[in-house]
């Protein structure tokens, strides 16, 4: 099943003039990347079907028909090594930032109308409660957070060949960004927002910190057991049924719970909740978020 009741475009004519509604700051577009030019797998397709919930909404497709992967040398790099996956986080933040509306990953599935957040200047989620989301960007034309993020892929320099689990993920030196291998664009919302809204604290709850605002993970992320989410992002935390174990008993179990739409979608939210609870003892902002909550000393960014 294609997506047939919202429009679906890769020319950036079809969305330069489209302008936020009476009493909005955010139009209503829909961006997502794709590139390599496959054709996107069944489940992917599920997700984007899901999307049809966004009535009045343009889908705008970036890839490589109206990508020039020359902006600077992140992009260049990264389109060199086939890193297509981190060419997207900088393009996400390019869509939204020249002409304004939604990124959506493309394992992002829909659960109710955007509707009610474009009148935000810009909304992200926490991914985990001590770090940002990057799978889903809401955000008006030019706001001044999303610039700040665009100049740090500007100023960005790949250390290959570092571990980023034994020290620092980013470090500035000559106006310089050098990151330590591919880092997740989680690691860099979550990097400059500490760094630029002193006021934002890694504790999973609603903040409007004045170019933006924030909401819990269970809104975005993870969803809620009684259906408030927008949507849930199924990359992290989606309760797959692996072909290659299909007779295991908790395949059996999933298959059955499979049959109920419904009762599937409330127990992949609790596996889920539990999942990114112990993940998020990995994040390298884990530490800062405890400091944060105890009230003592702050770790070094």
Same mark, same amino acid.
């Given at each position: ?29 829909? $961006? ?87 009148? $935000? ?181």
């Amino acid at each position: 099943m294609m997506l047939s009741s919202i429009r679906q475009t890769t020319d950036v004519n079809e969305i330069k003039n489209i302008v936020p509604e009476a009493g909005n700051e955010i139009p209503k577009i829909i $961006h997502y990347c794709w590139f390599g030019g496959k054709p996107l797998p069944e489940d992917l397709q599920k997700c984007l079907d899901s999307w049809e919930k966004l009535h009045g909404y343009t889908i705008m497709r970036w890839d490589e028909s109206n990508c020039s992967f020359d902006e600077n040398d992140f992009v260049r790099n990264t389109y060199r090594d086939r890193q297509l996956g981190f060419i997207g986080d900088y393009y996400r933040l390019k869509a939204v930032y020249e002409y304004g509306g939604i990124y959506l990953d493309t394992d992002v599935k829909v659960n109710r109308s955007f509707d009610g957040l474009l009148h $935000h200047k810009a909304f992200l989620n926490f991914i985990f409660d001590c770090s940002v989301g990057s799978a889903i960007i809401g955000s008006k034309k030019g706001n001044p957070l999303i610039k700040g993020l665009l100049d740090m892929y500007d100023k960005t320099v790949i250390v290959k060949g570092a571990d980023k689990r034994k020290g620092k993920v980013f470090e500035f030196k000559d106006d310089k960004l050098f990151v330590h291998g591919y880092a997740t664009s989680n690691y860099y919302y979550t990097y400059y927002i500490l760094k630029h809204y002193p006021d934002f604290v890694l504790n999973n709850k609603y903040q409007d910190l004045g170019d933006f605002v924030i909401y819990p993970k269970e809104f975005f992320e993870i969803g809620s057991l009684l259906g408030k989410h927008y949507a849930v992002h199924l990359c992290a935390g989606e309760w797959r049924i692996k072909t290659d174990d299909s007779k295991s008993i908790k395949n059996r179990v999933k298959k059955a719970l499979k049959k109920n739409q419904k009762v599937f979608d409330l127990v992949q939210i609790i596996v889920r909740k539990r999942r990114y609870d112990r993940l998020k003892k990995d994040i390298p902002f884990y530490e800062y978020s405890l400091a944060q909550k105890k009230g003592s000393a702050l770790p070094e960014l």
